[in-house]
C-alpha cells in the first residue's frame, strides 16, 4: 500500500526501525515484479495492467484504455517524488537533531498521511477503471495469474522478512544486541495486535476473487479505507514514539542514520567500501 519507501515513511520512529527496510507495501495487490528480469519495482496497477496484456487477450479498444490508465499514473510520477522527497527531509530534520519538535512532527505526520490517502485513492480509482474495461472472462483469467502471483509472493515467512530487516539495520549501523531488541520491541508496538499495514495474503485473495465479479468498486474502496485506518494509527504512535526510538541510537549512530535515509546504503557504504579496497 502507498509505496511510501523507508525514508518516506515520515515519523522519525518508522525510518529509524527500517532504514530502508522492505517499504509497506502498495494498497491491494502488493509489489510484485512485472516480468522475469524486470528490475523497477512495479505498483499494484502496474502489475494488474501488466497481467491484463499478458492474459486477458484484449480488443484495441481496452488495450488503449489500459494505456491511458498507465499515462495517468506515470504523470503522478513526479508529484510523488517531490512528497517522497518532502517527507525525506522531515525525517532527517528530526534524525539529525535527535529529538522531534512536536508541532513540526505533528504537521508532516499530517502531511504524510494526506499524502498516502491520496495515493491510496488514486490508485483504488486506477484498478476500478481497469476492471471496468475488462469483460468477465478477461477478469477471471486475470484472477488466475494474480493468485500465482501471489502464492509466489508469500512463500517467504513474514519471520524470516523481519529477521533480515533488523540485519541490515544492525549491519548499517553497528547495533548492538542491546539496541535491536530494543528497536524489536518498539516496532512490536507499532504493529499492533494483528493490525499491519502489508496486506496479509488472505486479504489479497478475497480482493482477487472480488475482482471477477461485478462490485470489485465495493471491495477495494472497503480495503482502501481499512489500511488508511491503520497507516493513521501508526503514523500517530509512531510519532508518540519519536524521542523514544532516536534515544536508542548514540549520537555517531544517528549521525549515520541521518546519511543512510538521505543517501541510502550504497551511496553512504558503497563508497566506504570503495575507500577500504584501496
Known amino acids: 500500500m502507498a509505496g511510501v519507501a523507508a525514508g518516506t515513511l515520515l515519523s522519525a520512529a518508522a525510518c529509524a526501525v527500517a532504514v530502508r527496510e ?21 505498483g499494484p496497477v502496474g502489475v494488474v495492467i501488466e497481467v491484463a496484456k499478458t492474459h486477458g487477450n484484449l480488443r484495441a479498444d481496452q488495450a488503449e484504455t489500459l494505456a491511458v490508465v498507465a499515462q495517468d499514473l506515470e504523470a503522478d510520477l513526479e508529484g510523488r517524488r517531490e512528497a517522497g522527497a518532502k517527507l525525506r527531509a522531515s ?13 513540526a512532527l505533528d504537521q508532516a505526520v499530517s502531511e504524510a498521511t494526506q499524502t498516502f490517502e491520496q495515493r491510496a485513492r488514486r490508485g483504488t480509482d486506477a484498478l476500478v477503471e481497469v476492471h471496468a474495461a475488462l469483460d468477465p472472462g478477461q477478469r477471471a483469467a486475470v484472477a488466475v495469474e494474480l493468485r500465482r502471483r501471489i502464492d509466489a509472493k508469500y512463500q517467504a515467512s513474514a519471520e524470516a522478512r523481519g529477521r533480515r530487516g533488523f540485519e541490515r539495520v544492525a549491519a548499517h549501523l553497528a547495533l548492538s544486541a542491546l539496541q535491536v531488541e530494543q528497536l524489536k520491541q518498539i516496532k512490536q508496538a507499532l504493529i499492533g495486535e494483528r493490525q499491519r499495514l502489508h496486506p496479509t495474503r488472505d486479504e489479497l485473495v478475497e480482493l482477487t476473487a472480488a475482482f471477477e465479479a461485478d462490485d470489485f468498486a465495493t471491495a477495494v474502496d472497503a480495503f482502501r479505507e481499512k489500511k488508511v485506518r491503520v497507516l493513521r494509527a501508526r503514523f500517530t504512535e509512531a510519532s508518540r514514539r519519536t524521542d523514544q526510538v532516536l534515544g536508542v541510537f548514540t549520537p555517531e549512530q544517528r549521525a549515520l542514520l541521518a546519511d543512510l535515509i538521505e543517501r541510502g546504503p550504497e551511496g553512504v557504504l558503497g563508497g566506504e567500501r570503495a575507500e577500504k579496497n584501496r
Not at 525525517?91 to 508541532?103: H, S, Y
Open 91 to 103: 525525517a532527517l530534520a528530526v534524525v539529525r537533531a535527535g529529538r522531534a519538535d512536536p508541532a
Open 22 to 42: 522492505e517499504a509497506p507495501g502498495d494498497e491491494v495487490m502488493a509489489k510484485e515484479q512485472a516480468a522475469r528480469g524486470h528490475r523497477q519495482r512495479v
